[in-house]
C-alpha cells in the first residue's frame, strides 16, 4: 500500500514537474511578465492612467493571444509604447496576460 502511494506521488511529481518546465520554456515568463506589465503598460493603463485599465481577466486566452499578434499591435494607438521593450519582454507580458485570462483557471486583476 505505502509502496503505490509513493508510486503515484512520484509520477505526480514528474508530471506537475515536466508540464511547467515545457510551459516557461516555449513561453515566456509570467512572473517577469507581471513586472514588466506593471513597468510599462500600467502607467497608463490604469485606474489613474490615461488610458483605459487592462488586466489579464480584461479578455479571454483567446482574445489575448489574438491581441498580441504583429499585425494586430501595429494597429493600436500605443503601438510606438510596445515598441520600447524588447520581444522577450512581450512575451513575458503575454505569458501573464494568458495566464491569468478571464476564462483560465485563475483569473486575476493587475494590483
Ligand atoms: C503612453 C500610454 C500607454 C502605454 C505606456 C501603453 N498604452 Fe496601451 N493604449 C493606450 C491608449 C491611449 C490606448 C487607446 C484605447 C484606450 O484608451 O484604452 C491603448 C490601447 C491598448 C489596447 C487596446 C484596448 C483594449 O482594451 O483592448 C491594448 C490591448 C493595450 N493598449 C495594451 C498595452 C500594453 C500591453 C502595453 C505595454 C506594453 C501598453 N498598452 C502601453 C496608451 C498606452
Redesign the pocket.
Known amino acids: 500500500m505505502v509502496k503505490k502511494i509513493s508510486v503515484v506521488l512520484i509520477s505526480l511529481v514528474l508530471v506537475l514537474g515536466f508540464s511547467s518546465l515545457g510551459f516557461s520554456a516555449d513561453k515566456g515568463n509570467a512572473r517577469k511578465g507581471k513586472y514588466?506589465?506593471r513597468k510599462?503598460?500600467r502607467?497608463?493603463?490604469s485606474d489613474t492612467?490615461?488610458?483605459?485599465s487592462?488586466s489579464p481577466d480584461?479578455?479571454t486566452q483567446a482574445q489575448w493571444t489574438r491581441?498580441f499578434k504583429p499585425g494586430k499591435v501595429q494597429k493600436?494607438?500605443?503601438k510606438d509604447?510596445?515598441a520600447k521593450?524588447s520581444k522577450k519582454d512581450?512575451l513575458d507580458?503575454f505569458t501573464y496576460?494568458h495566464k491569468y485570462a478571464f476564462d483560465s483557471p485563475s483569473p486575476a486583476k493587475c494590483k
Request: charged share 10%; aromatic share 8%.
Open positions: 514588466t506589465f510599462s503598460c502607467s497608463c493603463h492612467g490615461s488610458a483605459a487592462i480584461s479578455k491581441q493600436l494607438v500605443c509604447e510596445w521593450i512581450q507580458i496576460l
